[in-house]
């Protein structure tokens, strides 16, 4: 009872360390607990969580295999393993040990959503007849002819998502995700957890999004939004950039339905932007409402002047140099010599099960704030 007791109050010292995201200082006792228990598989998946934290995702591995030979149906174990071999670039592996964690946990949320989110980067060759493979490969059979320089017309919008919501229905009962937005991302990784770290800890913006732009698209309308996912999808303007379609549901920003394209200049930025609004013209019959912005709207909500994008960078807010200490101090305690960025996996172009359930979500909002666009068409 006593070694139980000692063993209860590390992982509980351990467990606030990370919380408070002290990832160094966790691992100097996490380390030590799994020399510790041996064979203990809680013990060892906690040793590797706290690896993968600091983004050692090949030390983290070894450590969720110790915990699953200590314990071969602990699902937790196998899902962080999951998350450790699609950061080290092994999606078949990777996916393997979702479903594996899947199945012995049916409603566990974080390894549903892992799911979800490596069949929007991966077409996996084996496990087909899995109920999430199958669907997701089902749903991006669909037919949907896109044509940039023709309007899309409403009922192929409903006919889609009818015959995107019956193969859901129809292979897996109850599904769901919390999810609201749909990404087309490349290869790029731009940190973002990493720099809201920086600003909530310390109310300022680092210096990387000062170089990050993006094209804003607002639609009045759900029934727009799905249009523009398919505008979206087919968007490649010579770099692919990383795209985003969302609901809005922050109190302190307005507008319902958006769409983001992410640039790294403002020559970029307008560039793009000119093109877009050409083509949400043909294709919704309006441009929306199109703009440029610098990075995100929660940083100009504390510094107005951020948004601002402009060819004159002396009409910009600059990066305070003062800053940069407060990013060291982050990165300090949660980076070490070990750490390597994780591979970011492009998204696949076409139709998947994570978007057809995100889209689900969108038509619940817009049926709660009132729009029956979408109904109606």
Sequence with gaps: MLKQKILED?????????NKKEFNEALKLSLDLSENYPNNSYAQNLHGIVLIALNNWKNGKNYFLKAIEANNTFPEAYNNLGLSEMNLGDLEKALENFL????LKPNYDNCHNNI??????????????????????????????YDQNNKINNSEIVNFYKKSFDIVNKNLKKIDTSETQIYRQNSEDLNCFRHFRIFNKFNVIPKFCFGCFKVTVQTETVLDLLKLYFVFDKLYLGLQNTRKLMIEEREDVSGNYKGFIYCSSVEEGENIKNKLKSILIKNLGTDCSISLKRGCSKFALKFPSYKKASVNENEMMP??????SLEEIIDNRTWNTDSKKGIKHPSLTGFTLKD????KNWLSYANKIGDNSFVEA
């Excluded at 749903?139 to 002819?145: D, L, T, V």
């Excluded at 990066?319 to 940069?324: M, S």
């Excluded at 057809?356 to 889209?359: A, D, E």
Aim: proline residues 2%; charged residues 25%.
């Design 319 to 324: 990066f305070d140099e003062t800053w940069k």
């Design 356 to 359: 057809i359930l995100v889209m």
């Design 100 to 103: 594996i964690a899947i199945k």
């Design 10 to 18: 590390k992982i509980l010292v351990i467990q606030r360390l990370y």
């Design 116 to 145: 979800l989110k490596i069949l929007t980067f991966f077409k996996s060759q084996k496990n087909k007849d899995n109920p999430y493979v199958l669907a997701n490969n089902l749903i991006s059979k669909i037919k949907f002819h």
